[in-house]
């Protein structure tokens, strides 16, 4: 079964701390991409990357940062978390093999403190 | 700037009755469409799609319809079941932008037994 992972589902962060969120995928999908969903407001894209060390912005980067290293691993940065930050993060992959639909992982609920 | 509006933030309807989820959009070069469903805590799964070269795509209870000329895409769900509960949003893409997806804000459908 192909899936989408997020290390982890639920995080609370204090003020000012560095935040890394991970996502790995298992189906060699080339694009990846973090979204943030907040009530209201629907899924923002925060940034996304169609190839390793490869990255693009999205609609709301400030504030983060992101790695790929790996074909398979996008990580979000938080480089000083801040409590507007407080939100469920939610990581995808895609490839144009199969029509470029999204996978979604799970979800990461981060809560700033 | 949305690009992708679902102007309805909620929506209840009777078990057994249909469900209308309305999207409309703005971008032009927007050339495939998608739902995804959601339910709290989890990520969002796909649903269903439509390209713009058809203006219906059917699968079991589920039927998209596209009208380009009005920039407007519609989700039926006939007949209606109480699981189907859960936010759906609308996405669009242009297919040679690289598949990054634009959503809507998201629509929350309640169905009462």
């Known amino acids: 079964d192909v899936k989408v992972t997020q290390s982890s589902r639920y995080l609370v962060k204090r003020t000012g701390e560095k935040v890394f969120l991970e996502c790995v995928q298992d189906?060699?999908?080339?694009?990846m991409f973090w979204y943030r969903q907040d009530p209201g407001l629907g899924l923002r894209l925060i940034y996304f990357s169609y190839d390793v060390k490869m990255k693009e912005k999205g609609d709301i980067p400030e504030g983060y940062s992101v790695s790929r290293e790996k074909k398979e691993r996008f990580s979000l940065i938080l480089e000083s978390a801040s409590t507007n930050q407080t939100s469920m993060y939610l990581c995808?992959?895609?490839?144009?093999?199969?029509?470029?639909?999204?996978?979604f992982g799970s979800g990461t609920r981060l809560t700033v403190v | 700037d949305q690009q992708v509006k679902q102007n309805s933030p909620s929506l209840s309807v009777q078990e057994g009755r249909i469900s209308i989820l309305n999207c409309d959009y703005t971008n032009s070069m927007f050339d495939y469409f998608l739902w995804y469903k959601k339910y709290p805590a989890e990520g969002p799964t796909f649903l269903i799609s439509i390209s713009s070269i058809k203006d219906k795509n059917e699968d079991g209870r589920f039927t998209v319809f596209l009208n380009k000329s009005a920039k407007h895409l519609s989700l039926h769900i006939v007949p209606s079941q109480p699981g189907d509960s859960a936010v759906y949003f609308c996405a669009a893409t242009a297919t040679n932008s690289g598949y990054a997806l634009n959503f809507g804000k998201g629509t929350s459908l309640l169905v009462t037994p």
């Open positions: 995808a992959s895609s490839s144009r093999r199969t029509g470029g639909g999204y996978t």
């Open positions: 189906m060699d999908h080339e694009n």
